[in-house]
């Protein structure tokens, strides 16, 4: 096998080894908490390897300077933000007796393996993602907030962390909140992240991957690139969170075959790029389309 093909075998093993680091250390006792932390930092590492030894595009690596403000962005809105408002959530379950005082537990397959369910939690969560993706790429109110994300000009696994945290306040609320009420369970919700992680990574990764027929599955580089377009047209597509079969079936799959991908980002190239500026942008009237 020579490197080119092992490269684009990528993708499905470092998944396969996340869902296999995950339960080797359940099997060893470790809490679910600590071993999904554990297995999207090995995931990580390795995707940061592999960009910078089988880079996509040699200017798309990161600087000093990407890396602080995209780092404070994991580390703000992708960690501790959904961490708060998890504490929030349980604290308000349990003062309003919420899960014990309705039948949402009883609407979730729980009899069914944890395979299938974290698979119907991919499929359901990306449905809501879908949709809520598209409104914000339609309704200008929420663009403005989406549009931090696309700021970048270059896309690296780093920045897949890059949202406003009012919309990660948002997405919050679609993606995991109604499988809390559904009583969903701690390992699901675990194999959910884990597989949500990991494909985020490679959505943006900065490697030579082409994953052939799996682009008709998963929402994976090739298609996510073009969803960072400058150009609106190419951009108003792929909306897949994790899987791009909702685009399939809504039409807003794009993945055009004999070219590649040409500017990334705004209409405005000064729009601001750091941490503390872009908290603010949503709140300047069209600065991202100046």
């Known amino acids: 096998m020579n490197p080119s093909q092992t490269i684009q075998r990528v993708y499905p093993w470092v998944m396969a080894f996340g869902f296999i680091c995950f339960f080797t250390m359940i099997h060893f006792g470790l809490e679910h908490s600590y071993a999904t932390y554990l297995t999207v930092i090995s995931a990580a590492s390795l995707i940061t390897f592999l960009e910078f030894k089988f880079p996509h595009r040699r200017v798309w690596l990161s600087s000093k300077n990407d890396v602080t403000q995209d ?3 994991m580390a703000a809105v992708q960690i501790v933000l959904p961490r708060i408002l998890s504490m929030l959530v349980a604290f308000t379950l349990l003062e309003t007796d919420l899960l014990n005082s309705s039948n949402l537990k009883g609407l979730w397959p729980h009899q069914l393996t944890t395979g299938f369910q974290t698979a119907l ?12 993706h598209r409104a914000c790429h339609e309704w200008p109110l929420l663009w403005r907030l989406h549009a931090v994300h696309h700021s970048p000009h270059k896309l690296y696994w780093v920045n897949v962390a890059r949202f406003h945290p009012i919309e990660k306040a948002i997405q919050y609320g ?10 969903v369970s701690e390992e699901v919700m675990a194999l959910y992240f884990i597989f949500y992680s990991i494909n985020g990574f490679f959505q943006h ?3 030579e991957l082409r994953l052939g027929w799996l682009n008709y599955l998963v929402s994976g580089p090739e298609l996510h690139r ?17 899987l791009i079969v ?9 993945l055009p075959e004999h070219r590649l991908v040409g500017d990334l980002g705004l209409k405005n190239r000064a729009y601001p790029m750091g941490f503390i500026g872009q908290l603010k942008t949503p709140f300047q009237n069209g600065i991202e389309n100046v």
Do not use: Q
């Open 71 to 73: 780092a404070i962005y």
């Open 121 to 132: 939690m991919v499929l359901t969560a990306d449905f809501f993602r879908y949709w809520l």
């Open 174 to 183: 679609f993606d995991a909140f109604p499988f809390i009420l559904l009583g």
């Open 205 to 207: 990764c900065n490697i």
């Open 226 to 242: 073009w969803h960072h377009s400058k150009i609106p047209e190419e951009s108003n597509s792929n909306y897949g969170n994790n």
């Open 246 to 254: 909702w685009d399939l079936v809504f039409g807003t799959r794009f």
